[in-house]
Structures are given as C-alpha cells and as structure tokens.
C-alpha cells in the first residue's frame, strides 16, 4: 500500500511538472509572439512616420515659391554703372521705364507700327547718351519677342516685318548684346533678306562675343538664359562658318 501511494504521488508529481513545462513553454511562446507583434506595429509606425515626413518635406519644398526668371537679360560691359537697370544719377525720370510703359500703352493694340515708332522716337532722343545701349536692348527685346516674331512667323515675305527685324537686329549689335539666341533667331529669319555676308558677319561677331566673356558664375550655364545663351552662341559659329565656306 505504501509503494503504491509513493507510486500515485511520483506519477502526479511528474504530471504536474508536464503541465507546468508545457505552460511555461506556451506562455513563452505566447510572449515571443506578443514581442515580435509589438516589434513589428512598431517599426510600421516608425516607416509610417517616416514616410510621413518625407511627403510633408517634400511637399514644403515643392510649395515654395521658385523665383521665376526673367524673359531676357541686358548685357553691360565690365563695370557699367547701369548694371540692374540702375537708374542715371541726378535724373528726375527713369529713362529705363520708358520702353516698358510704351508696350503697356500698347498693349493689346494690333498696329505695331505705332509702338515701334515710339520705341524708335526714345532711342533718337537718347542717342547720345552714355546709357543707350540699355534702351536698344529693351526695345529690341520688346519689339522682336513681343510683335515681330509673332507676325513673321505669319507672313514669312512681309518686307516690313523684315526690315523691321532688321533694325532691332542692328540696335542689338550696337549695344554688344549677347543674348545669342535672340539674334540666332533674327538672323534666320533675315536669311533671304540680307546678304550672306552680312549675316556671317553678325553671327561670328555675336558667337565670339559671348565666348569671350568668362564664366563667372553657376548661373552662367545652369539657368536657362545662361545655358542658352552658351548652345546658341555655339549655333551661331556654324552659321557664320557654314555661310563662309559656301561663298
């Protein structure tokens, strides 16, 4: 009787010693479980807000405001005074304003005619002054990007357009511009109205130019006046070369 009751009391003993094993063993992997659960919301979490703050990061730099460039650019020789349009000392009016408030006269109006006439009418009236070169380039600018083109690209025979296009082509010689790609542009639509030679001349005169001028900034090459300004002046010592070799 008693090896028996010893007997029932190791069996018991080792059962519930099972029973506790395996609970321990369940309710281990039970909290392996749980961590790993836990591990893994938190790391989602974390990517979420992650990704949260790179779309709003990005969303921040894309909501601000690029500065916009402008649609032409004046060129000034090394050290003028007028650089920015900065306005001549000692004058009660701006002569600078003077171009863009004829195009805001008119603006809208069909007849060119009246503009450039005025436009004419201010760089005759300036035509001695040390700032002249400024005024050609605004109104070349104004007249060709503006009126000229627009109506060339119309009527591609119209000699008055032509001859038109001839004048701001030579205003924007006179002033040394290197806006190379302006007078790219003015010289093949001259192509049949002046002489080769005359076309030649302008183009390697512009293309060596703007070659000549250093490098003096990222934004001589990486904004999209700078970089242009680099292709056509590159365009324009073809054609010269091309129309040279052809005579």
């Not at 990005?58 to 005074?81: H, L, M, R």
Request: with cysteine.
């Amino acid at each position: 009787m008693s090896l028996f009751l010893e007997s029932m009391t190791y069996s018991f003993s080792r059962r519930a010693l099972l029973v506790l094993v395996c609970f321990s063993a369940l309710s281990l992997s039970s909290c392996e479980k749980m961590l790993r659960d836990m591990a893994s919301k938190t790391s989602q979490t974390q990517a979420s807000s992650a990704d949260s703050a790179a779309v709003a990061s990005a969303s921040d730099t894309a909501a601000v405001p690029q500065p916009k460039e402008p649609e032409f650019e004046i060129t000034y020789p090394k050290g003028s005074k007028y650089v920015g349009l900065t306005p001549p000392a000692g004058m009660k009016s701006n002569p600078f304003e003077e171009i863009p408030a004829i195009a805001e006269t008119h603006k809208g109006k069909a007849n060119w005619a009246d503009k450039h006439a005025d436009i004419k009418g201010v760089l005759l009236q300036n035509a001695r002054k040390d700032y002249l070169f400024v005024l050609q380039q605004q109104g070349a600018n104004e007249m060709l990007r503006h009126e000229l083109f627009p109506h060339y690209y119309q009527d591609m025979g119209n000699t008055s357009v032509l001859n038109t296009i001839g004048f701001y082509t030579e205003q924007l010689m006179e002033a040394k511009s290197e806006d190379s790609e302006l007078i790219y542009k003015c010289l093949r639509a001259l192509k049949d109205y002046w002489s080769e030679k005359q076309i030649a001349a302008v183009a390697l005169a512009t293309a060596q130019r703007v070659q000549a001028r250093p490098i003096a900034s990222a934004a001589d090459t990486t904004t999209r006046n700078g970089s242009y300004r680099q292709v056509y002046a590159r365009e324009l010592k073809k054609m010269a070369n091309r129309l040279a070799k052809g005579s």
